[in-house]
């Protein structure tokens, strides 16, 4: 089979050049250049086809064809036309209201594409013969041409990049013809699969199976031919857009908070429908972090690596967190926009955040992994009943690290299983608090999950040992700051230097 033969056979039944590109297997690029690729494949250009740049048209031609039908293959899906009302109608939409630099495209199509793609691949064998194969389609498949075709049309009049990650827009295309083609579809799949028909109470014909079934090797053409017609010819109306559906990315916004009050909790703190806090960490940064990405803010989810307690601070570097935003709106942030996030954040005076950014979603998993290894550096004040000796503080000189037994303390016991569990304590190291003998403050580095209140007083032999167990006399924690967590990340990122 000569392409030339090929194409030929395909312009007389009305086939677009476009998909008359796709039977000869044009791949990539090749489609930008209608002309050119042609000359690639060696064949000449019809004189009655007039190239017209990049798009061709059909000039007055004779008689029999001078009725401008749609290509029978393609129902005018790669028509500059219907590339036109594509855009019209993504631009009609809410697309507008989406500051996303990458889409990404899902079009769905009528199944009367795929039983015209297989009507034409038995008109082919009819006339071309043992040189189409039964198996593998003659052409380019329509779903890979439209990644081929459309997107990057698409994309370039729309000035974005294509990205798996960007905003998503669903169209979904019908047909004129296509209730009725399934209708016949039905009956075709009864004639053509008895048996499957048989124990099949509905039949259910998806696209995936019209994919695998339908070929001539598996349907016999004079089956097909009982309620389709071979070739398919053209038809009257072009593809209609049934829908258009658009769906923001899901943006990861990370950074470091610090938590600067001992009268806050970390996410809204209710019991039995009361709440016990006005506000929490997760609320005061969603607060002001969110509107930016969305107007949906109880759909944001908050997420940190560990947590302290309400009475307790984080101060340091801060503590990881990344807020996961669906169907965000924007997708970037400025460092002048994050700047601002954060210096509103810091006016709440409970909470400060530093380092915001946008994130990878592949990235925020780092807020999970490794958590049980993770190291935890705490400062506790600590006061005793008596003066502080030298023996005393000596004890507390701990830089080895230990082993310690833990049960689940009282505490958190209606909310936690009772377990006892083993922890690394890396190191202590006391110093007396400067003008009052009975005060201690204490460093410690712990493995992440370890209770340090516990593992200060000892909660009545509980935990084992503990730092009262280890200088023999009750100590009790007054205060506890987190002053650092192991985790480097997200990276540091100083978004105060952007602003004159
Ligand atoms: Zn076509």
Redesign the pocket.
């Known amino acids: 089979m000569k392409n030339q033969d090929l194409v030929d056979f395909l312009s007389s039944l009305g ?6 590109l ?1 039977y000869l297997k044009a791949r990539g690029t090749e489609y930008k250049d209608i002309k050119e690729t042609l000359q690639k494949f060696d064949v000449k250009l019809n004189k009655n086809v007039v190239y017209d740049g990049k798009l061709i048209s059909y000039e007055a031609q004779p008689a029999k064809k001078a009725r401008i039908g ?10 500059k036309d219907f590339q036109m009302e594509l855009l019209g109608c993504i631009l009609a939409s809410d697309f507008a209201k989406y500051d996303c630099q990458k889409i990404v495209l899902a079009i769905s199509l009528p199944m009367s594409l795929q039983l015209r793609q297989l009507s034409m691949w038995f008109a082919l064998k009819r006339k071309f013969g043992a040189s189409i194969d039964d198996n593998i389609p003659p052409d380019v498949p329509i779903k890979e041409a439209v990644k081929l075709i459309l997107h990057p049309i698409i994309c370039d009049k729309l000035e974005k990049e294509y990205d798996a990650n960007g905003l998503m827009i669903n169209i979904d295309l019908t047909h004129k013809l296509e209730n009725e083609e399934v209708e016949k579809l039905v009956q075709l799949n009864k004639e053509a699969f008895p048996a499957k028909a048989a124990y099949q109470k509905r039949i259910e014909i998806s696209r995936g199976l019209l994919e695998k079934q339908y070929q001539p090797s598996k349907v016999k053409a004079e089956t097909f031919e009982k309620y389709f017609e071979i070739p398919c010819t053209q038809v009257e109306e072009s593809l209609k857009l049934g829908s258009i559906d658009l769906q923001g990315p899901l943006v990861c916004v990370a950074g470091r908070y610090r938590k600067l009050s001992r009268e806050l909790s970390h996410t809204p703190w209710i019991l039995s429908g009361q709440r016990l806090m006005d506000d929490s960490i997760e609320e005061i940064i969603i607060r002001h972090v969110g509107p930016h990405f969305t107007e949906k803010l109880d759909r944001i989810t908050f997420m940190s690596s560990g947590r302290e307690d309400v009475d307790v601070r984080c101060l340091g570097k801060g503590r990881p967190f990344v807020l996961e935003i669906p169907n965000a709106t924007r997708s970037c942030l400025s460092q002048n926009q994050a700047f601002q996030m954060e210096r509103a954040v810091d006016g709440s005076g409970k909470v400060s955040i530093l380092n915001l950014q946008v994130v990878a979603r592949e990235e925020s998993i780092h807020i999970k992994t490794g958590e049980e290894q993770k190291k935890k550096f705490y400062r506790a004040l600590c006061a005793l009943k008596e003066p502080v000796t030298a023996e005393i503080l000596d004890k507390l000189q701990i830089s080895t690290s230990f082993d310690i037994q833990q049960k689940t303390p009282i505490r958190v016991l209606h909310r936690r299983p009772l377990h006892t569990r083993p922890r690394k304590i890396y190191s202590v190291k006391a110093k007396v608090q400067r003008g009052s003998t009975k005060v201690l403050i204490i460093d410690i580095v712990t493995q992440a999950g370890t209770y340090i209140k516990e593992l200060v007083h000892g909660e009545f032999g509980r935990t084992k040992p503990s730092l009262s167990s280890i200088v023999g006399k009750p100590i009790d924690i007054q205060a506890l700051d987190v002053v650092g967590i192991d985790l480097d990340w997200p990276l540091e990122v100083n978004n105060s230097t952007c602003i004159e």
């Open positions: 086939v677009c050049e476009i998909c008359q796709r749609i290509c029978p293959t393609c129902m005018g899906l790669f028509s």
